[in-house]
């Protein structure tokens, strides 16, 4: 998810919409219609010129409506079944982990992608945009970035491609055309993977129609070689669920599919979406061929709609990528492995769900027969995280959001929203599950800060339809430095199993930055620092009349791979710039550091554990 901004003639209006979650029936699979071709397209002749940091006389502020899920009396009440058989959970109150300069096995660090680049691509015909939503994924001496709504590719020491915005990648219209006003199509959530078995580069990101069209779609695109610059095949998933165009008819659709999340094994590429229309429907699990999508043709689609635990519906189903074709299991006719969180209060929890995708062989079959397996595991305790504080120092637009937000003057400094604490990145290696989440945890001077969560979890796939898998926790853990904050952890394991942890860290005596932390075969026990952030964060998402609250947008999300020869890369938002009011109001851009509406940055880095 993102927060846009574009001209209002009423002003800015911040719309927050609450959905409860809806009861849904179980998953089940079955072969759908609703993928499309795109066509083709060549990297290198995208366009790629840079406008205005703004538009003159019109403002930049779009309001958009923003989902937050929350439980319903059903899905609450199951859970409280759940613990009558267990302990129930409690706020962790972990020891506080060390944070330190970075180490040796850090060997590469230089400045991804950031606001200005994002605002001033496509010629500036680009709305603001928080957060970035990394996107990270590595091959063939390549470095792809994609974050709202640009991507780029890098060299291993940091040279890079022009920026290319997202919309003229997908053959789309500009976000908005800065000289007539029409809007486009609003893209937003991008995730990125390269399968190291095929060496090909896949993209996705969630698309929604320009108004009065209702319809929503996952954008898909996969390299037509091993070189990221070359030609794409590029394909639509519609995600409407309306009835129309081979979707499924789901209840208050037309839906659109928030925050697609991606994985992959030998025989299929796999998408988990959270589907709001007017209430919550659930994850969708969407599975189709590798080989063919790698083809330029459109396989068949097997759906899982609303796939649904004993507790309740399910959300932020994360399937699983794995660092080379080795480790992807191959028993049951081909098992993709997801993971997810269980916390349908929105307070705290203390179990996750393992799932299974088996016979995924047959997706290379004109009608694919998958099963899904899952299993709920008792784990230790995580609960819906608060806000990140971050060092204080100078923010001129909270200080100047009269004259660039209509807002009043000389608001406080942002804090950083670490929304929940749904199951983050995925990965499978040497037949283990390893992943992260936010957390709310309590240090030992009795303050409330946002920490992580982790678990490595060996899980095995049952023959034919069981509807139940096998699984367990190996190690689990929490990532919590005394008296500061960590927020959206992504973790990369190498085919040797060597895990790499990334994340943000910030609090009072950190501007937010990029960091690290490597497991040392217990645990991720200490945080060190991979791109010190310079200044504190200072966007429009946190600032009246945007946010109330002072909560600035974050994340939403993280990203960690590894090569086949263990190079673990990462990548996070941090804050790589600051700027003097007099310097901002001379030049909002400071340099062509920022924009006058956000000065978020990101960091892409290399780690050999």
């Known amino acids: 998810m993102r927060t846009a901004l574009l001209a209002a003639s009423a002003g800015v209006i911040a719309l927050c919409a609450t959905v409860a979650l809806a009861t849904a029936p ?9 993928l499309s071709s795109l066509g083709s397209v060549d990297f290198s002749t995208v366009p790629s010129s840079v406008g205005s940091a703004e538009f003159a006389g019109t403002n930049d502020l779009r309001p958009e409506s923003e989902i937050a899920r929350q439980d319903n009396a059903s899905g609450e009440h199951k859970s409280r079944k759940w613990w009558h058989k267990h302990a129930p959970p409690t706020v962790p109150t972990p020891a506080g982990t060390p944070v330190g300069a970075n180490g040796r096995e850090l060997k590469t660090s230089f400045q991804g992608l950031d606001h200005f680049d994002q605002r001033t691509a496509n010629g500036g015909n680009q709305f603001s945009l928080e957060p970035p939503d990394q996107g990270l994924c590595v091959g063939h001496g390549q470095v792809l970035e994609a974050v709202n709504d640009v991507l780029s590719v890098y060299t291993p020491n940091g040279s890079r491609s022009p920026v290319v915005d997202m919309n003229s990648f997908f053959g789309l219209p500009p976000a908005i055309n800065r000289t007539t006003g029409v809007r486009g199509d609003f893209l937003s959530d991008p995730k990125c993977y390269f399968d190291t078995d095929t060496k090909r580069f896949f993209l996705t990101v969630l698309q929604e129609d320009p108004a009065p069209s209702v319809r929503a779609h996952t954008l898909i695109a996969v390299s037509q070689s091993s070189d990221a610059t070359g030609g794409w095949w590029r394909y639509s998933l519609d995600a409407t669920d309306d009835g129309q165009d081979g979707t499924p008819s789901h209840p208050g659709c037309p839906c659109f599919g928030d925050q697609p999340l991606i994985g992959a094994d030998a025989n299929g590429f796999y998408i988990s979406t959270n589907e709001f229309g007017s209430g919550f429907n659930g994850a969708q699990i969407y599975a189709m061929s590798k080989s063919a999508l790698e083809g330029g043709s459109t396989p068949a689609v097997v759906q899982f709609e609303n796939p649904a635990l004993a507790e309740s519906v399910s959300y932020s189903v994360q399937p699983a990528t794995s660092p080379n074709a080795a480790q992807y299991d191959a028993s049951n006719g081909g098992t993709e492995y ?10 705290l929890d203390a179990r996750i769900a393992a799932w299974a995708i088996t016979n995924t062989s047959s997706l290379d079959t004109a009608t694919p027969k998958l099963h899904l397996q899952q299993k709920v595991i008792a784990s230790e305790s995580y609960a819906t995280p ?28 942002t804090t950083l929203n670490s929304n929940d604490d749904r199951m983050n990145q995925v990965v499978y290696a040497r037949g283990a599950l390893w992943a992260g989440l936010n957390t709310l945890f309590q240090d030992s001077q009795g303050n409330s800060k946002s920490g992580i969560a982790w678990f490595e979890v060996h899980a095995r796939s049952q023959p034919g339809n069981s509807k139940s898998l096998a699984a367990e926790i190996i190690v689990q853990g929490y990532v919590a430095p005394t008296g500061e904050n960590v927020l959206f952890p992504s973790i990369g394991v190498t085919p040797a199993g060597k895990a790499v942890m990334t994340m943000t860290l910030s609090g009072p005596d950190y501007y937010p930055t990029a960091a690290y932390s490597v497991f040392d075969g217990s645990g991720f026990n200490k945080v060190k620092i991979a791109g010190a952030g310079v200044g504190p964060a200072d966007g429009f998402t946190g600032y009246i009349p945007v946010a109330p609250d002072g909560v600035e947008r974050w994340g939403d999300y993280s990203a960690a791979v590894s090569t086949p020869g263990g190079t673990v890369w990462i990548a996070q938002e941090y804050i790589a710039q600051s700027c003097t009011d007099a310097e901002y109001l001379a030049d909002p851009t400071c340099g062509g550091t920022r924009t006058s509406l956000a000065n978020w940055s990101t960091r892409i880095s290399s780690v050999n554990p």
């Open 26 to 34: 179980p998953g089940r699979a079955g072969a759908s219609g609703p």
């Open 338 to 347: 997801l993971l997810s969180s269980l916390d349908f209060t929105g307070t």
């Open 386 to 413: 608060v806000p990140a504080d971050q060092k204080p120092g100078p923010h001129p637009l909270g200080d100047n959001a009269d004259v660039f937000l209509g807002g009043p003057p000389n608001q406080p400094e």
